[in-house]
């Protein structure tokens, strides 16, 4: 049978787009949510695919457990990072930012958030807050309970609502954040961006010890105020900004020279940005150059 009808090779196909979200989601890391697709994808073929009932529910199961594993070996990663760590951007399709549910999960203020749980309350959580997953699902998925998962998801879900964004933020309204900042560099004048800083606002550069950033978050209106009246002018001295979709919320893609040199995004809270975070790091700019499909 050629591989193109082969029933196991279809639902792996069919669940693909699905099973990386999982494990981006889980991860904050496509590089490595794609080798979790390929771990999968190996122990798939070694199953009897007529004894599995539910494909897809096998399927995510298998990435589950896969991106458990990845996740705390993560950590010890993090440890070691150079600076701030953050999500891995994707160029996402237009659609995505449609679908409010799916472009808040993956967004960047969301991700970071999940940072803050530990590997199975995140696990736990993107598998019943995001995809809605029956509590024994979830179970089978990170060898627990299933009162245990429920204990875990409520636990999760509290820790999660005190740290999101309080809103749910229109494109609109980031749209805007990110014209201010768009308009400054290309005119000088910083003050309508000023004037959307929240006082709260924190600023995160990821250079991962390859670029130069920040080594620290900057925090506060006047702290970020005055690095972007430094790095503002220079960036319109070298480089250039670009509108994009990132993670399903608008962003800019940043050039020196023409070449890609980094992604920026925001958090807005109550129509101010209380976030500005901006990846540098090459390694994590290889999904930037074709659309990534999620779903859900």
Same mark, same amino acid.
């Given at each position: 049978?050629?591989?193109?009808?082969?029933?196991?090779?279809?639902?792996? $196909?069919?669940? !693909?787009?699905?099973?990386? =979200? @999982?494990?981006?989601?889980?991860?904050?890391? *496509?590089? %490595? +949510?794609?080798?979790?697709?390929?771990?999968?994808?190996?122990?798939?073929?070694?199953?009897?695919?007529?004894?599995?009932?539910?494909?897809?529910?096998?399927?995510?199961?298998?990435?589950?457990?896969?991106?458990?594993?990845?996740?705390?070996?993560?950590?010890?990663?993090?440890?070691?990072?150079?600076?701030?760590?953050?999500?891995?951007?994707?160029?996402?399709?237009?659609?995505?930012?449609?679908?409010?549910?799916?472009?808040?999960?993956?967004?960047?203020?969301?991700?970071?958030?999940?940072?803050?749980?530990?590997?199975?309350?995140?696990?736990?959580?993107?598998?019943?807050?995001?995809?809605?997953?029956?509590?024994?699902?979830?179970?089978?998925?990170?060898?627990?309970?299933?009162?245990?998962?429920?204990?875990?998801?409520?636990?999760?879900?509290?820790? $999660?609502?005190? !740290?999101?964004?309080?809103? =749910? @933020?229109?494109?609109?309204?980031?749209?805007? *954040?990110? %014209? +201010?900042?768009?308009?400054?560099?290309?005119?000088?004048?910083?003050?309508?961006?000023?004037?959307?800083?929240?006082?709260?606002?924190?600023?995160?550069?990821?250079?991962?010890?390859?670029?130069?950033?920040?080594?620290?978050?900057?925090?506060?209106?006047?702290?970020?105020?005055?690095?972007?009246?430094?790095?503002?002018?220079?960036?319109?001295?070298?480089?250039?900004?670009?509108?994009?979709?990132?993670?399903?919320?608008?962003?800019?893609?940043?050039?020196?020279?023409?070449?890609?040199?980094?992604?920026?995004?925001?958090?807005?809270?109550?129509?101010?940005?209380?976030?500005?975070?901006?990846?540098?790091?090459?390694?994590?700019?290889?999904?930037?150059?074709?659309?990534?499909?999620?779903?859900?």
């Amino acid at each position: 049978m050629s591989q193109a009808t082969d029933p196991a090779t279809a639902a792996f $196909v069919e669940h !693909r787009n699905l099973l990386f =979200t @999982v494990a981006y989601e889980m991860l904050g890391s *496509a590089a %490595d +949510a794609e080798d979790v697709l390929q771990e999968t994808w190996l122990k798939w073929t070694g199953v009897e695919f007529d004894e599995v009932r539910e494909p897809r529910a096998y399927l995510v199961r298998i990435t589950t457990r896969q991106a458990l594993m990845r996740l705390r070996s993560l950590k010890r990663r993090k440890e070691d990072y150079v600076g701030p760590w953050l999500p891995e951007p994707l160029l996402t399709a237009p659609d995505v930012a449609e679908n409010v549910e799916l472009a808040e999960s993956v967004s960047t203020a969301m991700l970071l958030v999940l940072e803050t749980l530990s590997p199975t309350e995140r696990a736990v959580f993107v598998l019943r807050e995001v995809f809605a997953l029956g509590y024994d699902e979830i179970a089978a998925a990170v060898d627990k309970s299933p009162a245990a998962v429920r204990q875990i998801a409520h636990r999760a879900r509290s820790h $999660v609502a005190a !740290r999101r964004p309080r809103e =749910t @933020v229109t494109s609109h309204a980031a749209q805007g *954040a990110l %014209d +201010a900042f768009r308009h400054a560099v290309e005119t000088g004048d910083l003050q309508g961006l000023l004037d959307k800083l929240a006082p709260d606002v924190v600023m995160l550069t990821d250079g991962g010890g390859v670029k130069q950033a920040l080594l620290h978050p900057l925090a506060g209106a006047a702290e970020v105020g005055s690095f972007l009246r430094l790095a503002l002018p220079r960036l319109k001295e070298t480089g250039s900004v670009e509108p994009a979709q990132v993670n399903g919320h608008p962003a800019l893609i940043i050039r020196i020279g023409g070449d890609l040199d980094g992604v920026l995004t925001v958090r807005i809270d109550e129509g101010l940005i209380t976030g500005l975070y901006h990846v540098r790091n090459p390694e994590k700019l290889s999904h930037m150059a074709d659309e990534t499909p999620v779903g859900r």
